[in-house]
């Protein structure tokens, strides 16, 4: 006797078959079998006409901090997902000293979202084990951040290059973290202080991660005119270890940039053919997201915030700042890609800066009435690092060339900021709704790409797919409702067509509801 029969739904099995017709039995949280005729079972749900996908995988979340007080994590879950890979581009909660914890949060509630007051963790296995005693609503795995890593490990020298003591504390600590159940490791080499960082220090990080069997997940130096660099600078230590690399949402930036399309995945390939295990995430829009904070050049970003909040308030300061960021020379000056045109602000502490939430930077200088250089200023030097802003960085064509490539898959990279991007909320929508439905996809494509492929890519075995044996984690989509509704001035409207989630076989979305907390921490 099963436990369910879902009878008469199309099934896209996550491997890129075809859909076919049949019923799906599930038995302790597994699916048991599938045909026809499938014989008893405790429970028949009836999907007629609708089709039945193995349960999304998002490989680059960022849901560690926000799982803590909405355990449901609703704009995941109702997106489909059931399972996250956290603690992406090298921004998390751990490790942290005791009295480190207040900044550390003050500065990733722009990423992360806010979390409860209380933090009792301080190690990276401590995190995991106050995760691991709580019940959410997917499955939720997590990188150890490189930035906090570093930070812990090198207190105020992390913005200057690591020692081999530092680097030898760094190893020891990721390896302790990764034995606890991390998937690996993640940096983000534009932000933070991972940007100070050498090819020494990559290569003895990703040497740890190898030896472990684990991921590495790369937010890149540079996505803009150094990407062809950047790429180098991961795909040669990747080389020399044997690491997995996962390069995170992979665009190019700035117009000019477009033509090295070619270039870049050339590149990829070629170290793949080199015996490189390498592939790509990408959400599927062509603005990015991230903080303010960083459009800084790197050499300012490290200052301490009270020396950092002077220059930006002094009259010479803010000219050399300025020229460095119309001049960048070895890091990504998104500002110079974009123009302050191409860059909205997404949150703001201050009730008096609430005005400017969703306009564009040169918006803000008009309303001020002065150069949007000095608004940029005046914001950070008043809100601090925690400022986010959604940057027009690339465009639909190139979304669409990367999209098409073979290692590509999707992730949502989805922040929780007070005014997200819309990938937060709708990138399975904006996948199925609009690049589905659009014609640039198949269904079979999509659903491997948004399930199978990141599920492989984490190590997990047990899901990504329908085949006897997986996990029973099921999304139900209605392909002929199915449509996008979120979007840069509606960010957190819930798409149309995903009326069923189960995790683990549990009943876990109905009706755009979280009606069940079938996940858990993922320790790998
Ligand atoms: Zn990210």
């Known amino acids: 006797m099963f436990d369910v029969v ?57 849901s560690e901090l926000r799982a803590m007080v909405d355990p449901g994590l609703y704009p995941k879950l109702l997106q489909g997902y059931t399972t996250e890979l956290g603690g992406n581009c090298g921004v998390g909660l751990a490790p942290v000293r005791h009295e480190g914890r207040v900044d550390l949060a003050k500065e990733v509630s722009g990423i992360l979202g806010l979390g409860p007051q209380d933090w009792p ?42 020692t081999a003591e530092d680097l030898s504390q760094m190893a020891m600590l990721l390896d302790q973290a990764i034995e606890a159940g991390a998937f690996g490791l993640s940096t983000g080499l534009f932000y933070d202080p991972c940007c100070y960082c050498d090819g020494r220090e990559l290569e003895a990080l990703f040497s740890v991660v190898a030896a472990r069997g684990g991921l590495v997940s790369v937010h890149q130096r540079s996505e803009g005119d150094g990407i062809l660099d950047s790429l180098e600078e991961i795909l040669s230590p990747a080389e020399r270890t044997g690491a997995r690399l996962q390069i995170s949402h992979l665009k190019i930036g700035g117009r000019r940039n477009a033509h090295k399309l070619e270039a870049v995945l050339g590149r990829i390939g070629s170290a793949v053919d080199s015996g490189v295990d390498v592939a790509f995430d990408q959400y599927p829009y062509s603005a990015g997201s991230t903080s303010l904070y960083s459009l800084l050049p790197p050499r300012w970003m490290g200052l301490d915030f009270s020396l950092l909040r002077r220059s930006l308030c002094d009259k ?109 909320f709708g990138c399975s929508y904006r996948v199925l709704g609009d690049y589905v ?30 085949q006897v044996g997986k996990k029973a984690d099921l999304v139900a989509l209605d392909m002929d409702a199915m449509a996008n509704m979120a979007d840069y001035g509606h960010p957190d409207r819930i798409g149309e067509g995903i ?3 189960w995790v683990g076989g549990k009943l876990s979305v109905r009706d755009k509801t979280v009606v069940g907390l079938g996940g858990r921490l993922l320790r790998r």
């Open 6 to 62: 879902f009878n008469g739904a199309f099934i896209v099995d996550g491997l890129g078959s075809d859909p076919f017709r049949a019923d799906v039995a599930i038995l302790g949280g597994e699916i048991a079998a599938i045909g026809h005729d499938l014989g008893s079972s405790r429970e028949i749900v009836d999907i007629d006409g609708l089709h039945l996908v193995p349960g999304f995988v998002d490989i680059h979340g960022h």
């Open 121 to 162: 963790w301080s190690s990276f296995p401590e995190l995991l084990d106050h995760l691991g005693s709580m019940n959410f609503g997917l499955d939720l795995g997590l990188l150890v951040p490189h930035g906090p890593l570093r930070r812990f490990v090198m207190g105020e020298r992390s913005c200057q290059s690591a």
């Open 316 to 424: 010479v300061d803010r000219s050399i700042i300025k020229e460095e960021m119309e001049n960048p020379d070895g890091w990504d000056g998104v500002h110079s890609l974009v123009g302050w045109g191409g860059i909205y602000l997404t949150s703001a502490q201050r009730e008096e800066h609430r005005p400017y939430l969703g306009k564009s930077l040169e918006e803000i200088g008009r309303m001020r009435g002065e150069d949007p250089f000095d608004s940029f200023f005046y914001l950070l030097s008043e809100e601090g690092k925690a400022l986010t802003m959604i940057d027009f960085i690339t465009s639909d064509e190139m979304v669409e060339g990367i999209m098409a490539h073979p290692l590509q898959m999707f992730g949502t990279d989805g922040l929780y900021s007070p005014c997200p991007h819309p990938r937060t």
């Open 437 to 466: 439905k659009g014609g640039k996809l198949s269904l079979p494509e999509a659903v491997n790409k948004l399930s199978s492929r990141p599920a492989t890519r984490m190590g997990l075995s047990d899901r990504g797919t329908i």
């Open 499 to 501: 009326p069923f989630v």
